[in-house]
């Protein structure tokens, strides 16, 4: 591989920029506005009041689709998901699962998967 090459992949790689575009993507995708350029603006403008703890961090599915997504995975209706579930919920979601401490028989509740899930979304933008 070039040098070149490498240093604008280790450029992308130091400042995370693959991420930041899928999940700007991903807002595109999801919210499909007429105006995407100021969109964009409107959502790093987001990320930068997050960063200073004066806003929230702007987020891809609220609380109604966490409790939809959460359904899904719990086709018996028991009140709970396994690990492995809410493991592939969260990389579906393009979220980190590196740090995730769970034993595989845990039983993940609603609150535990939307508390998880929140954490998960705010770490992906605070980096």
Known sequence: MAAGEEQSREYLRRHRLPELLHRLGALLLFHRPERPREFLIQVLERVKAGRRAEGEYPFLMDEANVDAMFSLLDVLGQGYIRPAQYREALKTLG????????????????????EGMKKKMLESWSV
Do not use: P
């Open 95 to 114: 979220l980190s699962t590196e740090d995730l401490e769970l034993e595989d028989d845990e039983n993940i509740t609603l609150d535990v998967f939307k």
